[in-house]
């Protein structure tokens, strides 16, 4: 099977596509926020690849080409920020404020559960980048020296994790503006947190994005600072 797949150019994107479209139909009969589309397919993947002991490398090899698509996903997550300018402008102050304070409490968080549990200073600069982006994230990891690989998979987590988890919390904390909410989940679960986000609504789904871009930039600086801290 890894032969097979190495020499096919397009087996892994279709491994890929048919375990989230088996992802999408268990979330639609069951309705439940733990068999989240993505995490399903992260599931099923690893187990195809472990049945028929098929090498990581080989697969993505095969399946680089959905990564390629990535670029203009983000960029369009443009379009509807684009769409809610007046909004942004009229909320410019208070929509920045809430971006920095969910940055400066994922980085305490990191911070705190670090000492608390007495992690090595490689794991701890290792969490620093937890809410952002995938492609920021791992440059932030590798600065501080960090474990990359790690990094990756715990941003992936956490993104899946606020995707899933976006509209309990919200409902429990009644959590009510669509302001604050899109601007939370960008802030906490980044791109993946952001398709919860533009469900949910337009104004959710433009905060959201924003969010994206702003914690990002500010997380490069605010990991910078605590990396010392530990």
Known sequence: MDQVIVESATIGVVISLISYEIGIFMKNKLKLAIFNPLLVSIVLVILFLSIFHVDYDSYNSSAQYLAYLLTPATVSLAVPLYQQRELLKKHLMAILGGIVAGVLASLVTVWGMS????????????????????????????????????????????????????????????????????????????????????????????????????????????????????
């Open 115 to 230: 000492v608390l549990f007495g992690l090595s200073h490689e794991a701890y600069v290792t969490l620093l980048p937890k809410s952002i982006t995938t492609a920021i994230g791992m440059g932030v990891s590798e600065e501080l020296g960090g474990y990359v690989t790690i990094s990756v998979a715990i941003i992936i987590i956490t993104g899946v994790l606020g995707n899933m988890s976006a509209e309990f919390v919200c409902r429990i904390f009644r959590i009510r503006s669509s302001i604050s909410r899109g601007l939370a989940i960008g802030t906490a679960s980044h791109a993946i947190g952001t398709a919860k986000a533009m469900e949910m609504g337009e104004v959710e789904g433009a905060m959201s994005s924003l969010a994206i871009v702003v914690a990002g930039l500010c997380t490069v600086v605010g990991a910078s600072v605590f990396a010392y801290f530990l």
